[in-house]
């Protein structure tokens, strides 16, 4: 099978993971060690201001441009995000650091009949992540660099008319280091063309091994080992912010765009999400770390959003917020769903979504769920435990004990009928707070089922009425 690659360059990475608010604005990313202009957008681009300039030449153009070092680590993270995002549409996918991405494209082929219908899926996964990108085909991964990072824009699979666009390109385009271009230009070879067309056995007997490896894999007589990247089942997205933000209200714009790219994760995965963490990265302070949970799992962005708008009106800033990062902690598969015609009726809440909302605004320690407890004094005979969390059941259930409970025990003042009993209760001597009473069920004259005890010192009590 003819070998065919794809190579994606994203040359302003950096510039177009930054959440811009305004985009009116100018700016630039400067490489803090050279002092120059590595990436800019269009706002910068129409006062002047190019890539490779001064720091200080750019200033003088436009005073009022947004300035941002350079930072390798986001480069490096963003591309991991795209590789994620492809891994939906192709499988074997090569990180080149910080601003590349090669992908093999022959095995896809058949799959998409045809090279059209396959960058098509790719085209359509970049659309989505509002990326800017060169790109080229070629029959080798270096070939397929070379093109994509002058710009070429096309695809090929014809090896010939590749090498042949390859051919025209001065060495000063390619990726030989300065101290090689200096040696082949002492023997007259200034471009590709030249260089290429030499036999390997040649090129051997002149210049050094990486020469020679350069050529072979460039022209694809040499084997170039790749190293695919096999994406993480996780969800895991750090925005940073063009300005620093003090107020949570602030936050809600940015975090949309953190949520939608979550829906699309999960929705593709066909999962819900049931935990997510958001971190407020702080300047000069520690994070904030918030936990924001669904009972009933989701997906969508807009849910997600009003449990984390909730969650954020009880957070006080410390410090301005430089970066936003979301992470899913815990995905589950959908699974079978069975609705009917009327689910998802407009105003109607589940009791999930209904919990949901509050332990987000109240927190999950507020939220709980009555249930039984292994204890044979009525008073003591219920408890409240974590909402949704099962409780283990006493060895033996009281069947006979009334739905309604009075707040404190009152007096028997009726004269009522006993109908059952007694069933004493001896119990609590551990905890010193003891009881000892007979229980017995009664009728009153109205025609109420009572529940009444009987002390010690023969004083009677009523306790609660059945349904």
């Known amino acids: 099978?003819?070998?065919?690659?794809?190579?994606?360059?994203?040359?302003?990475?950096?510039?177009?993971?930054?959440?811009?608010?305004?985009?009116?604005?100018?700016?630039?990313?400067?490489?803090?060690?050279?002092?120059?202009?590595?990436?800019?957008?269009?706002?910068?681009?129409?006062?002047?201001?190019?890539?490779?300039?001064?720091?200080?030449?750019?200033?003088?153009?436009?005073?009022?441009?947004?300035?941002?070092?350079?930072?390798?680590?986001?480069?490096?993270?963003?591309?991991?995000?795209?590789?994620?995002?492809?891994?939906?549409?192709?499988?074997?996918?090569?990180?080149?650091?910080?601003?590349?991405?090669?992908?093999?494209?022959?095995?896809?082929?058949?799959?998409?009949?045809?090279?059209?219908?396959?960058?098509?899926?790719?085209?359509?996964?970049?659309?989505?992540?509002?990326?800017?990108?060169?790109?080229?085909?070629?029959?080798?991964?270096?070939?397929?660099?070379m093109l994509a990072i002058n710009a070429h824009n096309q695809l090929c699979a014809d090896k010939q008319q590749a090498m042949q666009i390859l051919y025209e390109y001065p060495l000063s385009r390619s990726e030989l280091t300065a101290k090689q271009q200096e040696k082949l230009a002492r023997v007259g070879i200034r471009t590709l063309q030249d260089l290429i067309r030499l036999p390997l056995a040649d090129i051997a007997r002149r210049f050094d091994i990486d020469l020679v490896n350069y050529i072979g894999r460039l022209r694809g007589e040499l084997q170039h080992p790749q190293t695919f990247y096999l994406p993480p089942a996780r969800f895991e997205q750090q925005l940073p912010l063009l300005y620093e933000i003090e107020q949570t209200q602030y936050l809600q714009r940015p975090l949309q765009h953190l949520f939608t790219q979550l829906e699309q994760f999960l929705r593709w995965r066909d999962c819900y999400c049931t935990e997510l963490e958001l971190q407020l990265i702080q300047r000069d302070n520690a994070p904030v770390i918030l936990s924001v949970h669904s009972a009933q799992g989701d997906y969508l962005a807009a849910t997600w959003q009003k449990l984390t708008a909730?969650?954020?009106?009880?957070?006080?800033?410390?410090?301005?917020?430089?970066?936003?990062?979301?992470?899913?902690?815990?995905?589950?598969?959908?699974?079978?769903?069975?609705?009917?015609?009327?689910?998802g009726r407009q105003g109607v809440m589940r009791p999930l979504q209904l919990l949901s909302l509050l332990q987000a605004k109240l927190g999950r320690e507020a939220v709980s769920s009555p249930a039984v407890a292994d204890d044979f004094r009525p008073e003591r005979a219920c408890t409240y435990l974590p909402a949704l969390q099962q409780a283990d059941l006493p060895a033996q259930l009281h069947s006979q004990r009334p739905?309604?409970?009075?707040?404190?025990?009152?007096?028997?003042?009726?004269?009522?009928?006993?109908?059952?009993?007694?069933?004493?209760?001896?119990?609590?001597?551990?905890?010193?707070?003891?009881?000892?009473?007979?229980?017995?069920?009664?009728?009153?004259?109205?025609?109420?089922?009572?529940?009444?005890?009987?002390?010690?010192?023969?004083?009677?009590?009523?306790?609660?009425?059945?349904?």
């Not at 004269?415 to 001896?426: A, D, L, N, T």
């Open 1 to 145: 099978m003819t070998q065919l690659w794809l190579y994606l360059h994203f040359y302003q990475l950096q510039l177009d993971k930054l959440f811009v608010t305004d985009n009116s604005q100018a700016v630039a990313i400067v490489d803090p060690r050279q002092h120059q202009i590595v990436q800019r957008n269009e706002q910068a681009s129409q006062h002047g201001i190019e890539v490779g300039m001064g720091l200080a030449t750019a200033a003088l153009l436009h005073q009022d441009i947004q300035v941002i070092a350079y930072n390798n680590e986001q480069e490096q993270q963003a591309l991991q995000e795209i590789a994620s995002w492809l891994y939906l549409s192709t499988s074997d996918i090569s990180l080149y650091p910080p601003q590349g991405l090669l992908l093999r494209v022959h095995p896809m082929l058949m799959m998409y009949q045809g090279l059209d219908n396959y960058w098509l899926a790719i085209e359509q996964q970049l659309a989505r992540l509002n990326i800017h990108y060169h790109y080229a085909s070629g029959p080798s991964p270096l070939a397929a660099r």
């Open 403 to 467: 739905i309604l409970l009075l707040p404190k025990p009152q007096p028997l003042t009726d004269k009522v009928q006993v109908m059952y009993g007694p069933e004493r209760i001896c119990s609590g001597w551990w905890d010193e707070q003891p009881i000892l009473r007979d229980y017995f069920i009664a009728r009153s004259p109205d025609g109420r089922w009572c529940w009444i005890y009987r002390q010690a010192d023969q004083r009677w009590f009523l306790q609660g009425y059945f349904a």
């Open 310 to 343: 909730l969650r954020l009106e009880n957070i006080q800033l410390t410090a301005p917020v430089t970066d936003l990062k979301l992470k899913a902690l815990h995905i589950t598969s959908k699974g079978s769903e069975v609705s009917d015609l009327f689910d």
